[in-house]
């Protein structure tokens, strides 16, 4: 198995994982970003047993809060039917760390989702006894790092949030 920096792109402490090509993404009129943890996958990880444990769930054994599943596949056929066929431009933003991407994403895919990208939070320089208190933590500015990445991969269309 290859290791997750071969497949990712890190800039920071952000680590995207891309499953589309560029010129696909450039092609969205209308993108989705989703928080992953706690509004899509029921994740407890303020504890270190919660942590352990989402480290070692196998992607079947991780717990959708209810009605996600549904309503990514009702987004989906919205833009399959509003396009004619294209796919649902979606990306996930998590805080979990790159080595769960592979899990993250056959969770994902199980739902019947195919995600254009997985952000995910590289928390490696925290496993530091000073720092372990960060591993809980969403920092505001890991999120914004990943959008702003997440925006340089569109096209100015779909990111016009107002719709002119």
């Given at each position: 198995m290859s290791d997750w920096r071969d497949r990712a792109e890190v800039i920071g402490d952000v680590a995207?994982?891309?499953y589309q090509k560029p010129s696909v993404e450039m092609l969205a009129d209308e993108v989705f970003v989703w928080d992953l943890d706690k509004t899509?996958?029921?994740t407890k990880f303020e504890t270190v047993k919660g942590l352990i444990r989402t480290a070692f769930e196998k992607a079947f054994q991780k717990k959708n809060v209810p009605g996600?599943?549904?309503?990514?596949?009702a987004l989906k056929e919205y833009i399959e039917q509003k396009?004619?066929?294209?796919?649902l431009a979606i990306y996930f933003i998590t805080a979990s760390?790159?080595?769960l991407e592979t899990k993250i994403h056959e969770k994902v895919q199980l739902d019947g989702v195919d995600p254009f990208g997985i952000f995910c939070k590289d928390n490696m320089q925290n496993l530091r006894p000073k720092r372990l208190w960060r591993l809980t933590k969403q920092e505001l500015?890991?999120?914004?790092q990943a959008l702003l990445q997440m925006r340089i991969r569109l096209n100015e269309c779909s990111t016009d949030f107002m719709g002119r």
């Open positions: 995207f994982f891309s899509y996958l029921d996600t599943a549904s309503l990514a596949l396009y004619d066929n294209r796919e760390p790159p080595q500015g890991f999120k914004l």
